[in-house]
């Protein structure tokens, strides 16, 4: 019986150590991925994108290092894109965003109107439709980002989109399905189980863009995975697409028991 417990408290130490030299190979990928001051540096094809009459080019940026006309656009597309499918809760929200979209753990893509094609006439135009202060006129003017970060969800190292937001007049053309494909690709290279990102339930284009055309799934940490009383109450779900069995495992099993 003593030897018995003695092994058992021998097990329990020898899997504490696993647990915490686990976290701490978590930890350094984390902090390894969010070192890199440019991903795009890895994928030259992704720094271009000329489709569907549609030119930009893409340059990297971080939190903490954002220029005031910068952060103004972002503050300004956001309240744009966002404040109806917040409805009552975006004043409290924005507060949130504005937070966030400075922190030194956010990474950024921004998207630029390219200057060296004519195929963004009929862009410039539109353009002028909508004023976003922080604009710095049409030369290679900003019309969207993507912010995300590198965090642990569940104990699997996950890229977290926070925001992808564009403007109207670049919506439809492939955009964001090709900003998707690279952040996923960011996010394999950096050895991370999975993307992750929240959807506004009242965001219905945004909801089936992301399950329906880049097959996301609701994650089992979602509200209305974790408890269909509390999320039914919730105005957002949270979704996800893995890409090991771990983090399938972890982020999405409650999604395949219930099927």
């Avoid at 103004?72 to 965003?97: A, R, S, T």
Wanted: with cysteine; proline share 4%; charged share 30%.
């Amino acid at each position: 019986m003593e030897a018995k417990r003695l092994l058992s408290g021998k097990e329990k130490k020898i899997k504490r150590k696993e647990v915490l030299e686990k976290k701490k190979a978590i930890d350094e990928i984390i902090k390894k991925a969010s070192s890199v001051k440019d991903h795009l540096v890895s994928f030259p094809p992704f720094c271009h994108y000329e489709r569907n009459g549609l030119s930009v080019c893409l340059e990297s940026g971080l939190g903490d290092q954002l220029a005031p006309p910068v952060k103004k656009y972002i503050q300004n597309l956001l309240k744009v894109n966002m404040e109806g499918p917040y409805g009552p809760e975006w004043q409290m929200e924005e507060k949130v965003k504005r937070r966030e979209m400075v922190s030194p753990e956010a990474h950024y893509i921004f998207v630029r109107q390219s200057t060296n094609t004519t195929s963004n006439e009929n862009l410039s135009t539109k353009s002028e439709e909508t004023t976003y202060p922080g604009q710095t006129g049409d030369r290679n003017r900003l019309v969207g980002f993507v912010h995300y970060r590198f965090i642990v969800e569940e104990d699997i190292p996950v890229v977290y989109v926070y925001e992808l937001q564009l403007e109207t007049c670049t919506q439809r053309k492939g955009l964001g399905k090709f900003l998707m494909q690279l952040i996923e690709l960011i996010a394999r290279k950096n050895h991370m189980g999975a993307v992750m990102l929240t959807v506004q339930k009242a965001n219905v284009l945004a909801m089936n863009f992301y399950t329906t055309k880049l097959r996301y799934v609701i994650s089992n940490i979602s509200p209305s995975r974790v408890d269909p009383l509390i999320g039914a109450e919730k105005s957002y779900e949270i979704l996800c697409k893995t890409f090991d069995s771990e983090a399938r495992a972890k982020l999405e099993e409650k999604q395949q028991d219930d099927g």
